[in-house]
């Protein structure tokens, strides 16, 4: 089975601080794994994924996750926040093992409030 | 194209009633999917096609809910008899069956249930 956690429901960082939004993962074989970013009323937006490779990836508008294996974290970072990156951010995995669904288990989501 | 469009973006029914929520994916996308999504939790999987065909279909909340994609282009959701427990943000996404893992999904901004 696969599962993902997310143990912060909020987080506040100041703007231009370097921020972090957690993420962990279970699954039985290798991971796939994604961010998304949903702002008020919106739909979510893909932020960003690891499927193999070099284990920091970098997406859209800053944003980079670093993939840990051995922690079983995927890590959302961004050097210096923005008031406008304030949003929920929802952390995916997928399990590639063989049986494994081929439909992402989606996280709690984090609050992200960046304050000027 | 637009991206994900999703219709009505909100209902308000009475307990009881039937609902149906309609949306139009990508036009290049064959696959499509609905989630579930309540306040504080990340979206819940429904149930997903590729083209017209429903391939996983288990995990609708009852057999009051239910899916079609005729023609393999726009979706319908339909829940029957709804109860206030249904109350929620139901979201539609799309994605290329072969570019998923690599682009993710693309999210509608849903249509909010509230059943009254």
């Known amino acids: 089975a696969q599962s993902v956690a997310q143990p912060e429901d909020q987080v506040n960082v100041a703007e231009g601080n370097p921020l972090t939004v957690k993420c962990t993962y279970s699954v039985s074989g290798n991971p796939y794994l994604f961010w998304y970013v949903q702002y008020p009323n919106r739909g979510l937006q893909f932020l960003l994924k690891y499927i193999t490779g070099d284990n920091l990836v970098k997406g859209s508008y800053g944003f980079e996750a670093e993939f840990n294996k051995s922690q079983t974290s995927f890590h959302l970072k961004k050097p210096s926040a923005l008031v406008s990156d304030s949003a929920l951010y929802f952390c995916a995995v997928r399990d590639t093992a063989s049986g494994g669904s081929y439909i992402p288990t989606f996280g709690r989501g984090t609050s992200l409030i960046v304050h000027p | 194209d637009t991206g994900v469009s999703q219709d009505p973006r909100h209902k308000i029914t009475k307990r009881g009633q039937n609902v149906t929520f309609r949306c139009d994916p990508i036009?290049?996308?064959?696959?499509l999917y609905w989630y579930r999504q309540t306040l504080g939790q990340g979206p819940e999987f429904l149930t997903y096609?590729?083209?017209?065909?429903?391939?996983?279909k288990s995990r609708l909340l009852s057999d009051r809910f239910s899916a079609e994609r005729p023609k393999g282009s726009f979706s319908t959701l339909e829940i029957q008899r709804t109860e206030q427990g249904d109350s929620a943000m139901y979201l539609c996404a799309s994605s290329s069956y072969s570019r998923q893992d690599q682009h993710g999904y693309t999210f509608g901004s849903g249509t909010r249930l509230t059943v009254v």
């Open positions: 036009s290049e996308h064959n696959r």
């Open positions: 096609f590729q083209n017209e065909a429903q391939l996983e």
